[in-house]
């Protein structure tokens, strides 16, 4: 079956950490989306890429990095620059046009320790 | 810019009974989607229906349908029969035109069915 495989479920990260957050999609979408979501709000966007070896800034990308060297692979990386990044994060993909949805992964919770 | 609002924080219907989710949204975009996603507590999002801005009639889904008022900018979502699993967030959501297809999320409606 086709989808979004985001891993894993739920990370704890230190003061000071880098932590990674994956996401790989075997839909062959061009695009790719990465969302956070805090309790009781809505998605906000971090980063996006429609097309390999190329990603723009969303409305939150302070203290996030990302990379797009493979079609299917999108991670997320939550640098020690991000003070506050307790969240839910959830990453899409979709293809071409306007009128397809959005295809959204199980997403990953993030807590700090 | 894009804005989705969504005015009802959350609402509280009886099993069996029709439902409106209220959406209003705001674009100077000619051409755009609007969608509505539903999310469990699990966390998922599930795309539920879409709405085109050129559409002529209004998008409908199995119990699902969307109330569609270009003029009003509205995008409101309409369940019938509700049933106790549809107890979730709602999320509406507009994606613009080419060179903006970014999706803008409104803050959601928390729905909770009583039996």
């Known amino acids: 079956d086709g989808g979004i495989t985001q891993s894993p479920k739920y990370l704890f990260r230190k003061e000071g950490q880098n932590v990674t957050l994956s996401c790989e999609q075997n839909l062959n979408h061009d695009a790719m989306y990465w969302y956070r979501q805090d309790p009781g709000q809505g998605l906000r966007l971090i980063y996006y890429s429609q097309i390999v070896n190329d990603f723009q800034k969303g409305d939150i990308a302070e203290g996030y990095s990302v990379s797009r060297e493979k079609k299917e692979s999108f991670p997320l990386t939550v640098t020690s620059a991000q003070k506050n990044p307790t969240a839910f994060y959830l990453c899409?993909?979709?293809?071409?046009?306007?009128?397809?949805?959005?295809?959204f992964g199980d997403g990953t919770r993030l807590s700090i320790l | 810019a894009q804005k989705i609002t969504q005015t009802q924080p959350g609402m509280f219907v009886q099993e069996k009974e029709a439902v409106t989710l209220d959406c209003t949204y705001d674009?100077?975009?000619?051409?755009?989607?609007l969608f509505w996603y539903k999310q469990p507590s699990s966390g998922e999002m599930i795309f539920l229906i879409y709405?085109?801005?050129?559409?002529?009639q209004n998008a409908t889904e199995g119990r699902y349908s969307l109330n569609f008022q270009k003029a009003r900018k509205s995008a409101n979502l309409v369940i019938s029969a509700s049933q106790l699993g549809d107890s979730a967030m709602y999320f509406c959501?507009?994606?613009?035109?080419?060179?903006?297809?970014?999706?803008?999320f409104g803050t959601g409606t928390r729905l909770t069915i009583i039996p």
């Open positions: 959501a507009m994606r613009g035109d080419f060179g903006n297809e970014k999706l803008t």
């Open positions: 709405q085109g801005s050129y559409d002529e």
């Open positions: 674009t100077s975009d000619q051409s755009y989607g």
């Open positions: 899409a993909s979709t293809q071409g046009p306007t009128v397809e949805p959005q295809h």
